[in-house]
């Protein structure tokens, strides 16, 4: 009998709990194992729950007890679920975890803790929630070197965008409404301004290109500046606005990442994912891309995740999984600016035709958009590929003639 | 040192022999252990192959080997493929094979021999080529309990038909193009007739539901009766004409499962899916629908796969990973005829006022469908859902007033 601690009660950790008990019986025949749940750490009371006899305040009573072979962290946030989670792996315990944050900050030394002492810290619910990626890349994609990853990885900016793609609502309204669903945080900074994505992607590229890339290396832009008007300019290029996580393994063996929005292809696949719908993109040198699609958050998918990976760790409480990657260093990061890329702007010019003239001078392959009822002041365009740091500063001479109110990254085409 | 032997030297094998030694040094460092290929098993001659040293037509060789631990089998067919899966198993070696028709007949047989010899019977490649499938159904949704699963699995077919949508190309004419594109063979007949989908929708469904279900088991139709018209309506009606096969565990705990062409709606993921690419959705009851996409074929992407399974042999030598379903019997499937469905029809008919009345009595939630330049005699409609036998019953019923030229089902929406 393997007995199971959940630290953490809230909407994920009530749902491990939850998905346990009512699928118990397949989840121990694929395990080859009887499992139990023994305790359940969360501050606050849960008179009634049917496992009220389970909880515990208590960390110490999970830590010390022998029983206790796996640990699910559930709790969110860096502290205390650091300190619990590298208590537990230096304790001989496995760990299976759903948070990003956590990963992100702190992967490198706990897989590193992990592997000394035996022992597995697994975390598939940490990104795309119930869509397997984070295995399918560690181990069905073994044999390849992985190129690029780049996904949609962030439900409720998702979310925001596809209402002002399909009914040009506004952003504060489309966040307003995401709010009332519940998709969106009171405070939505996190998502609305990339952090969540960020944090997903450096779990990605660290996992692909086997360094950590910390999410203070990645350049993070959220939805926030986002209007109708780019959202209309989209269409007219020829495709939809969406917020995109990419990580790129380039020639000289630096990793290129950055979240923020982008023009995005209608030929492209992440183009039609919409809603709170997550995709991620994953290009290899012999499979070329395998993209993984599906419902990217919510409390069922998540815990659902979680209790595979729970499983996983009975089955190998003596072998361990291979899932590693090494620290990171400041070198291993590529500037953005360095690297090619092609930008829509949209601009404000008091002296418009001089300034398309400029326009045209400055970028050889430069495409001119336009949508209906646009200010006459007013031009859009996307650059034709160049050095980034190239074309941004092309804009800034040009910063006479016009000024820039949106400038935004066009996803390249493979 | 793990020795690995690879028997058939065709497309897959030869990719399996190029991926393993291009990334050799990162697959052993996934493996945690020194590998090499001993013996390359093809009636042929390869003069000058670097691998020349390597190559035996006796099959014997491998079997008495003891040394080869692991075994690839890329060889196709039963026979003799099933012989020396078989007798490899039996004699304690892991195999890991791409062979989709061997995995659809026997593999029931074969995982249970697995199991009794302690050894691991892999088949990621056998569907999808280079998407990873088989693993994430069988590990990362162990906690869900599967409610269907629904794919475009067959590239060819799919490649026909992306053309005479785009391109209103016929049948024949497409076809042709594939062939010589090299994306289907001179007799085109397992592919065209359904006969691919049909193997891998059985390896799904007995994976997913863990009963053996067999290709003799599951109704199967191919493309080659589908003509520009049936497109043109399918897109009138809201999408696309596409070869689904499809497996959907009944209330009644049995399997419905049949592969044909199916209207598919513009908002299923599965509409934009074109060309050679294929994808799986997998309908969980945690997580919800997932899907999973990519090129389902090809030397490099099938052979990576295969190359993910050999890691994973060498490192489950001692542990045996959970892949397995029971035999199967002829109770577990259901009739399609009994199950829900919706059918598109084409039909002439000498006298058309009639017709249309006769069909508006006949379906109650009938929907006329329109395309221009249609033959005065020709209607055309999609019949609201009902049980599929009491459909066609009404359809025979009808047969002075109607002759349908082509019956589609319908793709139920989620």
């Not at 023994?38 to 008179?47: A, G, H, S, W």
């Not at 969540?196 to 290396?217: M, T, W």
């Not at 923020?260 to 290009?283: I, K, Y």
């Not at 998540?302 to 400041?330: F, N």
Request: some cysteine; glycine content about 8%.
């Amino acid at each position: 009998m393997y007995q199971i601690a959940v630290m953490g009660h809230g909407v994920v950790g009530s749902g491990v709990v939850e998905v346990f008990y009512k699928n118990r019986e397949s989840i121990q025949k694929k395990a080859g194992a009887e499992m139990d749940i023994k305790r359940i750490l969360d501050l606050q009371e849960f008179p009634g729950c049917p496992y009220e006899d389970k909880f515990t305040k208590d960390f110490q009573e999970i830590l010390n007890d022998p029983e206790i072979t796996v640990v699910v962290e559930t709790m969110g946030g860096l502290n205390p679920a650091y300190h619990y989670v590298k208590s537990c792996l230096l304790s001989g315990k496995s760990v299976t975890t759903s948070n990003k944050e956590l990963v992100a900050a702190k992967g490198a030394e706990l897989l590193k803790i992990a592997r000394e002492n035996n022992v597995n810290f697994l975390f598939e619910a940490s990104v795309g929630g119930g869509i397997p990626i984070i295995r399918p890349i560690s181990q069905c994609l073994a044999a390849n070197d992985i190129e690029t990853i780049e996904g949609i990885l962030n439900g409720t900016t998702n979310f925001i965008l596809t209402k002002m793609i399909r009914e040009q609502m506004n952003f504060e309204d489309a966040l307003a409404l995401a709010q009332k669903l519940g998709y969106a945080e009171k405070d939505p900074t996190a998502d609305v301004e990339g952090h969540d994505a960020c944090r997903k992607i450096c779990i990605l590229a660290s996992l692909a290109f086997g360094r950590h890339v910390y999410p203070e290396q990645v350049q993070t832009e959220g939805i926030s500046g986002i209007t109708l008007a780019d959202v209309e300019y989209a269409e007219n290029w020829g495709g939809v606005v969406k917020l995109i996580a990419r990580a790129q393994k380039l020639e000289n063996g630096k990793v290129l990442a950055w979240v923020g929005p982008a023009f995005v292809s209608r030929e492209s696949q992440l183009s039609t994912v919409d809603d709170v719908f997550n995709a991620v993109l994953v290009r290899g040198d012999a499979t070329g891309d395998v993209v993984f699609y599906g419902k990217g958050a919510g409390k069922l998918p998540t815990a659902s995740a979680v209790v595979a990976d729970v499983i996983d760790c009975v089955k190998h409480v003596q072998a361990r999984k291979y899932l590693y990657w090494e620290d990171g260093s400041p070198d291993d990061v590529a500037d953005p600016m360095a690297a090619e890329a092609e930008l829509y702007v949209r601009a404000v010019s008091g002296q418009p035709h001089r300034a398309l003239e400029e326009i045209k001078k400055a970028f050889s392959c430069v495409r001119m958009l336009s949508r209906s009822g646009a200010p006459r002041d007013e031009l859009a365009f996307v650059t034709g590929r160049d050095q980034e740091g190239r074309l941004r500063g092309r804009l800034h001479e040009m910063s006479g003639w016009l000024e820039p109110q949106s400038v935004i990254r066009v996803l390249e085409d493979q």
